[in-house]
């Protein structure tokens, strides 16, 4: 169990519908990071967030927004979507954001089905 | 991002062959991490190269940093079943971000 928490694992939703995914980082964790995988596909960078703040942007599609909240749990927004966001979600949290970049813990993912 | 290239992208191996895996960058990297992803499962952190030349050793598992710290290598010696699963490299060059190699998905075929 690496600490990191996602919910929901599943989620099957309609094209055009918008979709919320959400992360709790390990206990101590200031930074979060999303992820998208595709079938057989590699990891894409979305976004970074570091105690609150968007630290560092990747591939996000402008219908994909996220924020971290004070608690530090992060949301991940999928609206307007589309057959091809069908993908697993990865969120991973580390220590730091800053300075270095550290030990990456990955939560099991959630599982976006769009049909 | 960091961009590098991840090669093989696949390889199957018979238990107990060598299997090795290389990452390549044209810039210089600040450190390195390696991770794996078993079937079904989500990436697991193996180790973390930072020095030029590194070298570091896990059981069966040998991780190498290159001298220029432009590329870095992970090394089975005498593959399992439980090495199955996607290596990938994690560079960190700007140090804000952490993005990953295109991976080397491997099989063990007993």
């Known amino acids: 169990d690496s600490g990191v928490t996602q919910t929901p694992k599943h989620l099957i939703t309609a094209t055009g519908q918008r979709v919320t995914l959400r992360c709790s980082p390990r206990s101590g964790d200031l930074s979060v990071y999303w992820y998208q995988q595709s079938l057989d596909q590699g990891l894409q960078f979305l976004i970074q967030y570091y105690n609150g703040e968007e630290r560092a942007k990747g591939n996000i599609l402008e219908r994909f927004s996220a924020q971290q909240f004070p608690d530090l749990h992060s949301e991940l927004n999928l609206s307007s979507l589309e057959l091809g966001d069908s993908a697993l979600y990865f969120c991973?949290?580390?220590?730091f954001g800053g300075g270095g970049v550290t030990e990456a813990f990955f939560g099991q993912g959630t599982r976006l089905t769009v049909v | 991002g960091q961009q590098v290239m991840q090669i093989p992208q696949y390889q199957h191996v018979q238990e107990g062959e060598d299997f090795t895996t290389y990452c390549n960058s044209s810039?210089?990297?600040?450190?390195i991490q390696w991770y794996k992803q078993r079937p079904g499962g989500h990436p697991v952190f193996l180790i973390q190269l930072v020095k030029s030349g590194e070298v570091k050793k896990q059981k069966r598992l040998t991780f190498q940093f290159g001298e220029a710290k432009k590329n870095s290598s992970l090394h089975i010696t005498a593959t399992q079943t439980t090495d199955v699963g996607t290596y990938f490299c994690a560079p960190s060059g700007s140090a804000r971000q952490l993005t990953f190699g295109s991976g080397t998905q491997l099989t063990v075929l007993p």
């Open positions: 810039t210089t990297l600040s450190n």
């Open positions: 991973a949290s580390s220590p």
